[in-house]
C-alpha cells in the first residue's frame, strides 16, 4: 500500500523548487553529512562561474553533495534567513508555509539538523551544542557571513547556541515555542504537566495513540486526520529513533550547569498564546532574563505549532521584525 506521507515529498519538493530553493548535502567534516535547501541561484552562479573547479557527487532524492572547497556566496542583495525545524519534522516540512513568504526578498536556507532529513554523523555528540556547531559549519561553507536564524521548538535551543558560538554568524534570533535549554526542573515540570513520563514518550511517539497526544498538546484547535495518515506520518518523519532518543537525553541538562549568555543580537520571541508545552508564563520569564535586547510578540487562538497553525500572522509578524532589522542597519 502506498504510504501517504511519502508519495507527497514529490509534490512538497516540486514546491519547494518554484519558491526557488534547492536541497543540498554538505561534508561538514569526516562522517558528517548536512542537508541544506539553498537557494537556487547561488548554485547556478558557482556552477557558471567555476565549473572547472566545482566538484559534485549525485546523491538520491535529487540531492548534490557540494565538495568541502566549494565556496558558494548568498545574493549580496538579499538578507540571509536560516530557519531551522523542531523535533517532529524535518525541515522544509516544518516551514512549508514561510518558505514562499520569505524567498522573494531574502536568501533562504533550510538545513536538516543530524538525523533528520538525511543528515547524518558518526559522532557520539547528540546535544544541541553539536548540532549548532555544525550547522555553523555548515552556512560558512556556504558562504554565508551574516544570518538572521528562525529557530522553532527543539530547533530554537540549537539557535540559541548557535548565536552564541557564532556571534559574527547571526546577526538577530527568532524564537518559536522553545527556551534557552531544558533543564531537568523545566523538563520534569512540562512533562509532568502534560501527563507524560518522559520526552521520548511525548516526541518519539510509537503508535497513533502516541502521535494524537502529542498533537493535541501541540496545536490550539483539535486536528483530525485518519489514522491511515497517523500511520503513515509515523512511519516517514519518525525515523532514526535510537539517535534522536539519544538527542532527547543530550537536551536535559541540570539547573546547576546553566547560565544565561550575553547575547549581542536582537532576539525576538514569537509565540503562540495557548501553547502548552513551552507556556507564556515561560516566555516572558526567559525574555526578562535575556534583557531589554529581547522583544516579544504573542498571536491568539494558536499553540505551540503556531507558524502552522496561523502561518499568516506568523509570516506578517516575522517579516515586520526583519524589516525593522534590517532598516536599523541600514541606519548605522
Known amino acids: 500500500m502506498v504510504n501517504l506521507v511519502e508519495a ?7 514546491l519547494m523548487k518554484l519558491a526557488g530553493i534547492r536541497p543540498h548535502s554538505i ?18 552562479q558557482k556552477t557558471k562561474k567555476n565549473k572547472k573547479s566545482t566538484t ?15 565556496t558558494t556566496k548568498p545574493d549580496p542583495n538579499k538578507p540571509v534567513v536560516v530557519l531551522i525545524h523542531g ?23 533550510v538545513p536538516d539538523l543530524l538525523f533528520f532529513g538525511g543528515s547524518v554523523t558518526d559522532s557520539s555528540d547528540r546535544s544541541p551544542g553539536f548540532q549548532a556547531e555544525c550547522l555553523g559549519k555548515g552556512l560558512m561553507k556556504l558562504g554565508v557571513e551574516n544570518c538572521v536564524v528562525v529557530g522553532f521548538s527543539y530547533g530554537g535551543m540549537v539557535a540559541f547556541k548557535m548565536a552564541e558560538m557564532f556571534p559574527d554568524l547571526v546577526e538577530a534570533l527568532v524564537v518559536s515555542g522553545s527556551i534557552l535549554a531544558m533543564t531537568d526542573s523545566i523538563s520534569t515540570t512540562t512533562l509532568n504537566g502534560l501527563g507524560f513520563s518522559s520526552s521520548s514518550e511525548l516526541l518519539l511517539p510509537t503508535s497513533v495513540k502516541g502521535l494524537k497526544a502529542l498533537l493535541k498538546v501541540a496545536a490550539y484547535k483539535k486536528l483530525w486526520f485518519p489514522d491511515r495518515l497517523h500511520r503513515d506520518f509515523l512511519e ?8 534522536r532518543g539519544e538527542l532527547l537525553e543530550g537536551l536535559v541538562v541540570s539547573n546547576k550547569d546553566t547560565t544565561i549568555p ?71
Open 87 to 109: 523535533f517532529a519534522g524535518e525541515g522544509i516540512v516544518t516551514w512549508q508555509f514561510q518558505i514562499g513568504a520569505l524567498t522573494k526578498k531574502y536568501s533562504v536556507y
Open 262 to 332: 550575553n547575547f549581542p543580537q536582537r532576539i525576538h520571541l514569537l509565540w503562540g498564546e495557548n501553547d502548552q508545552i513551552f507556556n507564556l508564563e515561560l516566555a516572558q520569564n526567559m525574555k526578562h532574563q535575556l534583557g531589554e535586547k529581547t522583544t516579544f510578540h504573542g498571536i491568539d487562538k494558536a499553540g505551540h505549532l503556531v507558524h502552522l497553525e496561523r502561518p499568516c500572522v506568523y509570516n506578517k509578524c516575522l517579516k515586520q521584525f526583519l524589516t525593522s532589522l534590517h532598516a536599523e542597519k541600514g541606519q548605522k
Open 56 to 70: 559534485t557527487t549525485p546523491l538520491s532524492n535529487n540531492q548534490c553533495a557540494i565538495s568541502p572547497e566549494s
Open 8 to 14: 507527497q515529498k514529490p509534490l512538497l519538493h516540486g
Open 27 to 44: 561534508e561538514i567534516e569526516p562522517g558528517t553529512i548536512m542537508n541544506f535547501w539553498v537557494p537556487s541561484e547561488t548554485i547556478i
Open 236 to 243: 516517514v518523519m519518525f525515523t532514526n529513533r535510537k539517535e
